[in-house]
């Protein structure tokens, strides 16, 4: 059986992978596609720690300060309209997907939301 630490520390490895293929991405023309889908699965992973993982069964306090973050992202960031939009007129712009990339990131990056999931993955 999986305890919730091993299931949170799951999450936030598909997270951390998810961010580290957004940031290796070469902006070439074709990779809108790549961005939403890490994106996606980003926001989706998000939404089952915010909403299916108990703070209070995780061990470590940093968790519950984690998740408030997590809330925040996905209450204040919403890209995939965006992207929609973008899609059709501009997915061979290398600069406008480069610039979609550097906003999702930074948006991840936000109240060092990216920085704290690697800090508690350390510690459980």
Do not use: C, W
Request: charged share 35%; net charge neutral; proline share 2%.
């Amino acid at each position: 059986m999986v305890t919730y630490n091993e299931h949170l520390k799951n999450i936030l490895t598909q997270i951390l992978d998810s961010y580290h293929i957004l940031r290796d991405i070469q902006d070439k023309p074709g990779d809108l596609d790549n961005i939403k889908k890490e994106m996606l699965k980003i926001n989706g992973f998000l939404k089952v720690a915010t909403n299916n993982i108990d703070e209070y069964k995780i061990s470590h306090s940093d968790f519950k300060k984690l998740k408030s973050k997590f809330s925040h992202y996905l209450e204040n960031y919403f890209f995939e309209k965006e992207i929609e939009t973008m899609a059709p007129l501009y997915s061979k712009d290398t600069h406008r997907v480069k610039n979609m990339r550097f906003k999702i990131i930074e948006a991840l990056e936000d109240k060092k939301m990216i920085e704290d999931m690697g800090d508690l993955m350390e510690k459980i």
